[in-house]
């Protein structure tokens, strides 16, 4: 009854919906499903079918992860990698055939949401036996980095994976070459699978890449601590920025927020009493970001309760996307750059909900401010 009430907001029913689909109320889900305009919700009811067993709700899955919304193809495809994951042997030999088309097309398609999604599945077994192997580099092949460097870290894990003997000379040749972050995950991929822990290294593998520069005019102009205001659908969040810590990263956010490229963007990611994840005002999936990044700029500064921080896919790959905090979270200490604090409308942070949308986004120069 709750999920069908239709005056809640979705983000406090969709938690019911996996429940639901696992006890077989799927009409129940589809029904909900069918009164969502956002396409969060929409994304959100497709993955609770990833708890349900049925044929109709699978056969629905594979249809959806060709979806011309990327967010609702992954969305898709996450459900039928946790179906596939639930499956014992004998029904993953008499399924294959259904999910491998699925699953190929939603990788080949080379979105970076659906790619990412559908590679760590094709080092499956019963799909490299259907030629998943040479579909992963060839498509890696057609990638580059930066840009692509989340689906391109997910393809070198599940090559990982795969013994086909062409992928130690694959992961070698990543490791070698290319962007740090790749030339990391395959050095990582390698030395999972060497006998007695032998270490490989990649000279030059800690290299820097090539980023935005530094306009130290324009840092002058709005000062060391300007502020970045943003007007949600559940109030004001006032953050002040440190361009003196993080020079780059605050150039970055503040030249984005005056000239109006938050405006209108959602909360992609809201976790509970962890973070709240905004930004992306290229897709507004939480996988766009600039064709040249920024580089990581790391602190002492702690992640605190209101600490603000830029999302990364590794070090140097920062862009746009940026985080606030719920509560103290020590395991993000020196690992991500920290740009800013919130001062005024912690409250209202913890009070966002996925989805909801931040109306308008402001930058004020430097002027004094008491917490």
Do not use: C
Not at 12 to 35: E, F, K, N, S
Not at 111 to 130: E, G, K, N, W
Not at 202 to 228: F, N, S, V
């Amino acid at each position: 009854a709750a999920v069908a009430d239709a005056r809640r907001p979705w983000q406090t029913t969709a938690p019911l919906l996996p429940l639901l689909a696992q006890h077989g109320r799927l009409a129940v889900v589809d029904a909900w499903a069918a009164r969502q305009a956002d396409p969060f919700a929409q994304a959100a009811a497709l993955t609770a079918l990833g708890s349900a067993r049925d044929d109709a709700s699978l056969a629905q899955l594979l249809g959806r992860a060709g979806d011309a919304d990327p967010r609702l193809a992954a969305a898709a495809v996450e459900a039928l990698r946790a179906r596939w994951a639930a499956a014992d042997t004998l029904a993953r030999e008499a399924q294959a055939d259904r999910y491998y088309p699925a699953f190929a097309a939603a990788f080949q398609r080379r979105d970076l949401a659906t790619t990412s999604a559908a590679a760590p599945v094709l080092a499956d077994t019963f799909f490299v036996m259907r030629g998943s192997a040479d579909l992963l580099r060839g498509v890696y092949g057609q990638m580059t980095a930066p840009e692509d460097v989340e689906p391109m870290v997910e393809i070198v894990k599940a090559l990982g994976q795969i013994r086909d003997g062409q992928e130690v000379e694959f992961l070698v040749g990543v490791a070698l070459t290319g962007h740090p972050v790749l030339r990391t995950a395959a050095r990582d991929a390698l030395n999972e699978r060497l006998v007695e822990g032998i270490d490989v290294s990649a000279r030059g593998a800690d290299a820097a890449t090539g980023t935005t520069g530094i306009d130290w005019a324009y840092l002058t102009r709005i000062g060391p601590h300007p502020r970045l205001v943003l007007e949600t659908d559940r109030g004001q969040v006032v953050i002040e920025m440190d361009a003196e810590g993080a020079p780059q990263t605050v150039q970055t956010v503040a030249l984005a927020a005056a000239g109006g490229r938050y405006d209108g963007v959602p909360f992609h990611r809201v976790v509970s009493n962890f973070v709240v994840q905004g930004g992306d005002f290229f897709r507004r999936d939480g996988y766009g970001g600039p064709a040249v990044p920024i580089r990581s700029e790391f602190t002492r500064t702690r992640f605190a309760t209101g600490t603000v921080g830029i999302a990364s896919a590794g070090k140097d790959t920062e862009g746009v996307q940026f985080f606030v905090t719920h509560s103290p979270q020590p395991h993000l200490d020196g690992k991500y750059t920290v740009f800013g604090t919130v001062v005024s409308g912690q409250d209202v942070v913890d009070q966002l909900l996925q989805g909801d949308i931040v109306r308008r986004a402001r930058l004020d120069a430097d002027r004094p401010m008491r917490r």
